[in-house]
């Protein structure tokens, strides 16, 4: 009897489920017998079918990740304005100058002051370091002003790691203000905030009396260290002498120390403004 009419005989009584299991051995009966007919054996036929099946499943799903959307991938970049280029690049011309003064020292050189010899001559002539111990000093007062210390303020993260890196360089780090030694308490917890002297070890430089000057409190520290440079918003903050020239042509020599022992930077602390401080900065400066 052929298999299609097998087939009838055994679906004709009732439509039921039962006639599709029916079917089922009787087809893979025909199978098995043209298998013994190929030269192939059960077995083999069987692994024939798996690897197709595995083929065709992988060929799904690779067609599935092809069609699949490619998901967005949004990355968070912040602005880099000119100005925070233009600052980054005085920090950082602070940092390298200093390392290499430091590096002279090792090397049982006594690195260059950034002390004028005789600032009435308005010569670039530096004085010499009357100690090994580098030093490098930072003016915290805005240019004609003293800092704020009763607003939260912030500071620049290059800075900061710069500063850093000093300290582990034996370098030491100074902050001059007009602030009185009464403020001093106010300008340490300044620092600290900021990120500037996280740990209190820097030394400060403030005015003891009336009538004193910063002048005099650089004389004091060219004593005991060698101040291999002092950084600063403004000229003045490198010597007094700026205060009184008439003609700032006859101070022109002097120009030779910037960016060699003087460095005008922005000032260290500045009142917060989120705004102008860059994601990209927050990110790189938090600790």
């Known amino acids: 009897m052929r298999t299609p009419h097998l087939i009838a005989l055994l679906c004709a009584p009732i439509m039921l489920q039962g006639c599709v299991a029916a079917v089922i051995p009787v087809v893979a009966g025909a199978a098995v017998a043209r298998t013994a007919t190929d030269g192939r054996t059960p077995g083999d036929q ?13 060929q799904a799903e690779l067609s599935r990740i092809a069609a699949a959307p ?3 991938v949004i990355v968070q970049t912040s602005p880099v304005t000119p100005d925070a280029l233009i600052e980054a690049d005085a920090y950082s011309e602070l940092i390298r ?6 590096q002279l020292g090792l090397q049982s050189e006594l690195p260059q002051s950034a002390v004028l010899a005789d600032p009435s001559s308005l010569r670039e002539t530096r004085a010499p370091c009357r100690a090994n111990l580098p030093t490098v000093l930072i003016d ?8 704020a210390l009763d607003s939260e303020g912030r500071a620049s993260r290059v800075l900061a790691q710069g500063l850093d890196q000093l ?3 034996n370098v030491g780090i100074v902050w001059i203000s007009g602030h009185s ?3 001093a308490g106010d300008i340490r917890l300044a620092l600290k905030q900021t990120g500037l002297d996280p740990e209190s070890r820097d030394e400060l430089l403030l005015m003891r009396y009336p009538g004193d000057r910063k ?8 004593k005991s260290s060698c101040i291999i440079a002092i950084a600063g918003d403004t000229r003045e903050d490198f010597d007094e002498l700026f205060e009184y020239l008439v003609n700032p042509e006859a101070a022109l020599a002097l120009e030779l120390l910037i960016g060699q022992g003087w460095f005008l930077i922005p000032p260290a ?15 790189q400066i938090t600790r």
């Open 181 to 183: 030694a009464g403020m």
């Open 46 to 58: 069987e692994r024939a079918v798996q690897r197709q099946q595995v083929a065709t499943a992988a």
């Open 215 to 222: 002048q005099t409190r650089r004389a004091d520290l060219a």
């Open 140 to 147: 915290l007062d805005p240019a004609g002003d003293l800092f």
């Open 269 to 283: 602390i500045v009142a917060n403004d989120p705004i102008s401080e860059t994601p990209s900065e927050q990110r």
């Open 167 to 169: 300290r582990g360089a």
């Open 70 to 72: 490619v998901p967005e």
């Open 97 to 102: 100058y200093s390392q290499e003064q430091a």
